[in-house]
Protein backbone atom coordinates (compact mmCIF):
# COMPACT_ATOMS: atom_id res chain seq x y z
CA UNK A 1 0.00 0.00 0.00
CA UNK A 2 1.45 3.19 -0.94
CA UNK A 3 1.82 6.19 1.84
CA UNK A 4 0.03 8.65 -0.15
CA UNK A 5 -3.12 8.02 -2.54
CA UNK A 6 -4.74 10.39 -4.99
CA UNK A 7 -7.11 9.95 -8.01
CA UNK A 8 -5.03 11.16 -10.78
CA UNK A 9 -8.12 12.52 -12.86
CA UNK A 10 -8.32 13.70 -15.43
CA UNK A 11 -10.94 15.96 -14.06
CA UNK A 12 -12.62 18.35 -16.01
CA UNK A 13 -14.94 21.63 -14.72
CA UNK A 14 -16.19 24.19 -16.22
CA UNK A 15 -14.81 28.04 -15.07
CA UNK A 16 -16.78 29.18 -11.79
CA UNK A 17 -16.76 25.52 -10.65
CA UNK A 18 -15.74 24.84 -7.20
CA UNK A 19 -13.13 22.16 -7.40
CA UNK A 20 -12.82 19.68 -4.52
CA UNK A 21 -9.12 17.65 -4.97
CA UNK A 22 -8.31 14.89 -1.83
CA UNK A 23 -5.40 12.54 -0.40
CA UNK A 24 -5.53 9.59 1.50
CA UNK A 25 -2.93 8.40 4.00
CA UNK A 26 -2.22 5.50 5.80
CA UNK A 27 0.64 6.38 8.51
CA UNK A 28 -0.89 9.21 11.46
CA UNK A 29 2.37 9.96 11.93
CA UNK A 30 2.27 12.35 9.22
CA UNK A 31 1.80 15.89 10.54
CA UNK A 32 2.78 18.16 7.85
CA UNK A 33 0.63 18.53 4.23
CA UNK A 34 0.69 20.83 1.49
CA UNK A 35 -0.32 21.15 -2.00
CA UNK A 36 1.66 22.09 -4.73
CA UNK A 37 0.25 22.98 -8.27
CA UNK A 38 2.12 22.00 -11.05
CA UNK A 39 1.84 23.88 -14.72
CA UNK A 40 2.76 21.55 -17.89
CA UNK A 41 6.77 21.38 -18.15
CA UNK A 42 7.21 23.08 -15.04
CA UNK A 43 8.19 22.38 -11.65
CA UNK A 44 6.25 21.94 -8.39
CA UNK A 45 5.39 24.86 -6.83
CA UNK A 46 3.96 25.44 -2.85
CA UNK A 47 0.35 26.60 -2.81
CA UNK A 48 -1.04 25.39 0.39
CA UNK A 49 0.86 24.32 3.83
CA UNK A 50 -0.98 23.09 6.67
CA UNK A 51 0.17 21.66 10.20
CA UNK A 52 -1.76 19.26 11.85
CA UNK A 53 -5.51 19.46 11.46
CA UNK A 54 -7.58 21.71 10.55
CA UNK A 55 -8.63 24.31 8.09
CA UNK A 56 -6.62 27.08 5.83
CA UNK A 57 -8.25 29.67 3.42
CA UNK A 58 -6.19 31.75 1.18
CA UNK A 59 -7.91 33.41 -1.37
CA UNK A 60 -9.83 30.77 -3.53
CA UNK A 61 -8.02 28.14 -2.04
CA UNK A 62 -8.75 26.06 0.88
CA UNK A 63 -7.12 23.12 2.45
CA UNK A 64 -8.85 20.82 4.77
CA UNK A 65 -7.23 17.92 7.19
CA UNK A 66 -9.24 15.31 8.68
CA UNK A 67 -6.05 13.52 10.79
CA UNK A 68 -8.99 11.11 12.43
CA UNK A 69 -10.02 9.98 8.52
CA UNK A 70 -6.41 10.41 7.36
CA UNK A 71 -7.99 12.50 4.58
CA UNK A 72 -7.06 16.07 3.10
CA UNK A 73 -8.90 18.30 0.42
CA UNK A 74 -8.01 21.06 -1.24
CA UNK A 75 -11.35 23.18 -2.62
CA UNK A 76 -10.69 25.84 -5.43
CA UNK A 77 -13.97 28.27 -5.51
CA UNK A 78 -14.71 30.42 -8.42
CA UNK A 79 -12.45 28.25 -10.42
CA UNK A 80 -10.47 29.76 -13.81
CA UNK A 81 -9.00 28.81 -16.58
CA UNK A 82 -5.40 29.65 -15.05
CA UNK A 83 -5.96 26.93 -12.35
CA UNK A 84 -5.54 24.23 -14.71
CA UNK A 85 -2.52 22.17 -14.02
CA UNK A 86 -1.61 19.45 -12.03
CA UNK A 87 -2.31 19.22 -8.16
CA UNK A 88 -0.27 17.74 -5.54
CA UNK A 89 -1.02 16.66 -2.01
CA UNK A 90 2.49 16.06 -0.23
CA UNK A 91 3.19 15.31 3.53
CA UNK A 92 5.59 14.52 6.24
CA UNK A 93 6.72 13.46 9.22
CA UNK A 94 8.66 15.24 12.18
CA UNK A 95 12.15 15.16 12.06
CA UNK A 96 13.35 11.70 13.80
CA UNK A 97 10.33 9.63 12.69
CA UNK A 98 11.32 7.13 10.55
CA UNK A 99 9.01 8.69 8.00
CA UNK A 100 12.03 11.30 7.37
CA UNK A 101 10.63 12.43 3.99
CA UNK A 102 8.27 13.98 2.00
CA UNK A 103 5.92 11.88 0.31
CA UNK A 104 3.95 12.71 -2.29
CA UNK A 105 0.59 11.71 -4.31
CA UNK A 106 0.69 11.07 -7.60
CA UNK A 107 -1.62 14.28 -8.39
CA UNK A 108 -4.62 15.23 -10.25
CA UNK A 109 -4.67 17.12 -13.32
CA UNK A 110 -7.63 19.69 -13.67
CA UNK A 111 -8.66 21.45 -16.57
CA UNK A 112 -10.64 24.46 -16.55
CA UNK A 113 -12.62 25.56 -19.56
CA UNK A 114 -14.01 29.05 -20.32
CA UNK B 1 16.63 36.10 -8.21
CA UNK B 2 16.98 33.55 -5.89
CA UNK B 3 16.09 30.02 -7.44
CA UNK B 4 16.64 26.89 -8.48
CA UNK B 5 18.80 26.48 -11.77
CA UNK B 6 18.93 23.07 -13.74
CA UNK B 7 20.19 21.91 -16.76
CA UNK B 8 19.70 20.91 -19.75
CA UNK B 9 16.48 21.61 -20.22
CA UNK B 10 16.18 19.06 -22.78
CA UNK B 11 18.64 15.99 -23.19
CA UNK B 12 19.05 13.15 -25.73
CA UNK B 13 20.81 10.08 -24.92
CA UNK B 14 22.10 6.84 -26.60
CA UNK B 15 21.52 3.71 -24.81
CA UNK B 16 24.43 2.93 -22.85
CA UNK B 17 25.79 6.29 -22.45
CA UNK B 18 25.68 7.99 -18.94
CA UNK B 19 24.31 11.59 -18.57
CA UNK B 20 25.20 14.35 -15.68
CA UNK B 21 22.10 17.15 -14.79
CA UNK B 22 22.90 19.60 -13.04
CA UNK B 23 21.34 21.55 -10.32
CA UNK B 24 22.39 24.51 -8.56
CA UNK B 25 20.78 26.64 -6.10
CA UNK B 26 21.59 30.12 -4.89
CA UNK B 27 19.14 29.69 -1.66
CA UNK B 28 21.68 28.99 0.58
CA UNK B 29 19.34 26.02 1.67
CA UNK B 30 20.96 23.13 3.21
CA UNK B 31 19.03 20.40 2.18
CA UNK B 32 18.79 19.25 -1.73
CA UNK B 33 16.81 16.39 -3.73
CA UNK B 34 16.39 14.71 -6.99
CA UNK B 35 12.89 13.48 -7.96
CA UNK B 36 11.88 11.65 -11.21
CA UNK B 37 8.29 11.98 -12.64
CA UNK B 38 6.67 9.60 -15.19
CA UNK B 39 3.04 9.83 -16.32
CA UNK B 40 0.62 8.76 -13.49
CA UNK B 41 3.06 8.15 -11.22
CA UNK B 42 3.84 11.31 -9.38
CA UNK B 43 7.08 12.30 -7.73
CA UNK B 44 9.45 9.62 -7.05
CA UNK B 45 12.62 9.99 -4.87
CA UNK B 46 15.77 9.42 -6.08
CA UNK B 47 18.50 10.56 -3.90
CA UNK B 48 18.56 13.43 -1.04
CA UNK B 49 21.36 15.42 0.36
CA UNK B 50 20.82 17.26 3.93
CA UNK B 51 24.48 18.56 4.04
CA UNK B 52 27.12 19.41 2.27
CA UNK B 53 29.46 15.65 1.52
CA UNK B 54 26.32 13.31 2.81
CA UNK B 55 24.04 11.89 0.80
CA UNK B 56 21.19 9.08 1.15
CA UNK B 57 19.28 7.49 -1.01
CA UNK B 58 15.73 7.46 -2.33
CA UNK B 59 12.82 4.85 -3.52
CA UNK B 60 14.63 4.44 -6.77
CA UNK B 61 18.21 4.99 -6.62
CA UNK B 62 19.72 1.91 -8.81
CA UNK B 63 21.18 3.57 -11.83
CA UNK B 64 21.74 6.73 -10.55
CA UNK B 65 24.50 8.59 -9.06
CA UNK B 66 25.10 11.46 -7.20
CA UNK B 67 27.63 14.12 -5.45
CA UNK B 68 27.45 16.87 -3.24
CA UNK B 69 30.57 18.54 -3.15
CA UNK B 70 29.71 22.22 -2.88
CA UNK B 71 26.54 23.45 -0.51
CA UNK B 72 25.22 25.07 -3.96
CA UNK B 73 25.15 22.47 -6.41
CA UNK B 74 24.05 18.73 -6.43
CA UNK B 75 24.63 17.05 -9.70
CA UNK B 76 22.64 13.88 -10.76
CA UNK B 77 24.07 11.01 -12.92
CA UNK B 78 21.54 8.69 -14.78
CA UNK B 79 24.14 5.70 -15.78
CA UNK B 80 23.69 2.91 -18.31
CA UNK B 81 22.22 0.88 -15.38
CA UNK B 82 19.45 2.72 -14.99
CA UNK B 83 16.78 0.68 -17.45
CA UNK B 84 14.33 3.18 -17.75
CA UNK B 85 16.29 6.32 -18.03
CA UNK B 86 13.34 8.43 -20.34
CA UNK B 87 11.90 10.05 -17.54
CA UNK B 88 11.12 14.44 -16.27
CA UNK B 89 13.78 14.66 -13.71
CA UNK B 90 13.27 17.34 -11.26
CA UNK B 91 15.88 18.88 -8.65
CA UNK B 92 14.53 20.87 -5.46
CA UNK B 93 15.90 22.18 -2.20
CA UNK B 94 14.36 23.10 1.23
CA UNK B 95 16.15 25.57 3.70
CA UNK B 96 16.51 22.44 6.17
CA UNK B 97 15.85 18.44 5.92
CA UNK B 98 13.37 18.45 8.67
CA UNK B 99 10.80 18.13 5.51
CA UNK B 100 8.60 20.31 7.47
CA UNK B 101 9.53 23.42 4.93
CA UNK B 102 8.57 24.17 1.68
CA UNK B 103 10.66 22.60 -1.20
CA UNK B 104 11.24 24.80 -3.80
CA UNK B 105 11.69 23.10 -7.35
CA UNK B 106 13.93 24.02 -10.85
CA UNK B 107 11.64 23.83 -13.86
CA UNK B 108 12.81 20.34 -14.12
CA UNK B 109 15.17 18.46 -17.11
CA UNK B 110 13.75 16.15 -19.61
CA UNK B 111 15.85 13.39 -20.72
CA UNK B 112 14.98 10.69 -23.89
CA UNK B 113 16.77 7.67 -24.42
CA UNK B 114 16.77 6.45 -27.81
Known amino acids: QKEVEQDPGPLSVPEGAIVSLNCTYS??????FMWYRQYSRKGPELLMY????GNKEDGRFTAQVDKSSKYISLFIRDSQPSDSATYLC??????????????FGRGTQLTVWP | DGGITQSPKYLFRKEGQNVTLSCEQNLNHDAMYWYRQDPGQGLRLIYY???????QKGDIAEGYSVSREKKESFPLTVTSAQKNPTAFYLC?????????????FGEGSRLTVL
Open chain 1, 50 to 53: TYSS
Open chain 2, 92 to 104: ASSKDGTNTGELF
Open chain 1, 27 to 32: NSAFQY
Open chain 1, 90 to 103: AMSAPRGSTLGRLY
Open chain 2, 49 to 55: SQIVNDF
